[in-house]
């Protein structure tokens, strides 16, 4: 649908020509209508996907720490278990055997995270490097 230059109305042309008021309107001004359409109904995927991969780098900074955090911090309170963090159970191979597990959860989430961004951004990067116009491609 474009809108016809006489009447204002957004209308489907027939033969050329405005259905609604008789208007002929020509080709150039149907593809000028046309280009203004889809430039502007057109979401830009490149920023779309620069959003994405600083999404996907903050949560693999996030499980990162996260897994750090499992590794090396434990706190054990004496008088409620309810506060009790990252089970300290009296040696250090124990308590690698407990929360290495999670320790390699947490890191195989970030780093999978991490890949889902460079993803993201590099094919951001190769949308943006893409020639604006199509029909120009093999044409000699």
């Known amino acids: 649908m474009i809108e016809c230059p006489n009447c204002k109305n957004n209308v489907v042309l027939i033969d050329g020509k ?5 208007c002929s309107i020509s080709d150039t001004y149907i593809e000028s209508a046309k280009q203004k359409e889809n430039a ?17 780098v903050i949560t693999a900074c996030v499980f990162f720490w996260k897994a750090y955090d499992v590794k090396h911090n434990y706190y054990n309170s004496e008088y409620s278990r309810t506060l009790n963090k990252n089970a ?7 308590n690698i055997i407990i929360n290495g597990t999670y320790f ?22 190769l949308l943006a490097k893409k020639p604006a116009n199509k029909k120009s491609i093999g044409k000699s």
């Open 88 to 94: 300290y159970v009296g040696g250090d191979a124990y």
């Open 18 to 22: 405005c259905p609604k008021c008789g």
């Open 40 to 56: 502007t109904s057109k979401t830009n995927p490149t920023a779309i996907l620069y959003v994405l991969c600083t999404i996907f």
């Open 104 to 125: 390699a959860g947490y890191s195989v989430i970030a780093s999978s995270c991490m890949v889902c961004g460079m993803i993201s951004f590099s094919t951001g990067l």
